[in-house]
């Protein structure tokens, strides 16, 4: 049985509807879109499952906040701060193996 996995993010929260029209413009608010795109893949992981649902496996997971290269711009002492309550990419990765592999 095949098995697909999408990285999700609680970002998907805060998606609207009214940001649609962002979509076709200049990629900012990056934020917006980022979240369209995490609600986007849930929904199509949701589609497919009741579509392909017993020859596949659809899931999303979300590993959390990481303390990801994602806040390269931010000042030292904010990333300092972030990796101290942030997950680590490595345990964010073992996440993602852990969901690969469960069965």
């Not at 998606?15 to 979240?35: C, E, G, I, M, W």
Request: glycine share 4%; charged share 20%.
């Amino acid at each position: 049985r095949g098995r697909v996995i999408s990285t999700s993010s609680v970002m998907h929260r805060t998606a609207s509807t009214d940001k649609f029209p962002l979509v076709d413009q200049v990629r900012t608010p990056y934020v917006s879109l980022y979240s369209l795109s995490k609600l986007s893949q849930i929904l199509m992981s949701t589609a497919l499952h009741r579509r392909y649902g017993e020859e596949v496996s659809f899931h999303c997971f979300n590993p959390g906040g990481v303390a990801s290269d994602i806040w390269r711009d931010y000042p030292a002492w904010k990333r300092r701060l972030l990796s101290l309550v942030l997950l680590s990419p490595t345990s964010a990765a073992e996440t993602m193996v852990a969901t690969c592999l469960c069965e």
